[in-house]
């Protein structure tokens, strides 16, 4: 199993704009020392190591954990994607040994700047680009770039924030049809920190239609298990939020040769990990 979604860091090193006082789970540091025995228990062989913080110096601290953890088979670093020359500029800078993907944060902001050449650029490196589309207009943006740069590879993260806390998906499964359209987007099924913040406690029971809509969208070559750790300590532990993903994908119908590509699969090809 390869976890595509992780994040490690300090908080006296970093500012994260994302977390709020109400998440004093998170205010502490997450370490490689921390996330190794859970590894082991849940039977993870690699990881994709995800940065959750817009500088240079999260490039730094990103290509140190990577050294120093053998079980990082990819990191997907920073870039600032809104500013070509400056995202082309840290794109030389940055100690790229482990880089699979890039992203920035943001939020529920518009897309508007995405550049198709910078983009064609990330392709040409072999990097994936990873974003968290949550509006009708940021999905448009999404589907608009991937059908004008089809060589790149696109990796939506969080399941594109379903509104599970409300139960009406309606909205969020057009939006997932439409990014299922184009055959260069994949799709992570993970839980973010604003799903979570507005739960109560983990709903693997809510999980699962979602599981399923993206099952039927995307097919299991085109999704990924990930954990969101630590972040998804919010709501649920590292082996229980694998556990109860796995467990949708299993209900949803995908035979063992699907949930071989959930698992590991679709890993490996959209972000060229090598095998372990």
């Not at 062989?45 to 990082?72: C, G, I, K, W």
């Not at 699979?100 to 995405?114: F, K, Q, S």
Request: glycine share 4%.
């Amino acid at each position: 199993m390869i976890d595509t979604h992780h994040h490690f860091w300090r908080t006296d090193l970093q500012e994260q704009p994302w977390r709020s006082p109400a998440h004093t789970e998170l205010a502490v540091d997450f370490g490689p020392a921390d996330l190794a025995p859970l590894l082991d228990a849940s039977g993870v062989e690699a990881t994709v190591l995800v940065e959750s913080v817009d500088t240079p110096e999260e490039n730094d601290r990103l290509a140190a954990y990577a050294a120093a953890f053998p079980q990082v088979a990819g990191v997907v670093g920073w870039l600032p994607l809104a500013d070509a020359a400056a995202a082309r500029a840290e794109l030389a800078r940055a100690d790229r040994t482990r880089w699979c993907g890039v992203r920035c944060l943001v939020a529920r902001e518009p897309l508007d700047w995405l550049d198709p050449d910078l983009m064609a650029s990330l392709a040409a490196a072999d990097l994936a680009w990873d974003v968290v589309p949550v509006t009708d207009a940021q999905v448009e943006s999404v589907v608009a770039l991937a059908r004008r740069v089809p060589e790149l590879r696109i990796v939506a993260d969080h399941l594109a924030r379903p509104p599970l806390e409300t139960g009406d998906l309606g909205g969020w499964v057009e939006r997932l049809a439409a990014l299922a359209t184009c055959p260069n987007v994949a799709l992570k099924l993970s839980i973010g920190v604003d799903l979570l913040s507005s739960w109560e406690r983990w709903d693997p029971a809510a999980i699962a239609p979602a599981v399923a809509h993206a099952v039927e969208a995307f097919g299991p070559d085109r999704l990924m298990l990930a954990s969101n750790w630590p972040v998804v300590t919010l709501r649920a532990d590292y082996a229980t939020a694998l556990r109860d993903l796995e467990a949708a994908v299993v209900a949803a119908g995908v035979d063992e040769a699907g949930l071989a590509e959930v698992r590991a699969g679709t890993a490996r090809r959209w972000y060229r990990l090598p095998r372990t």
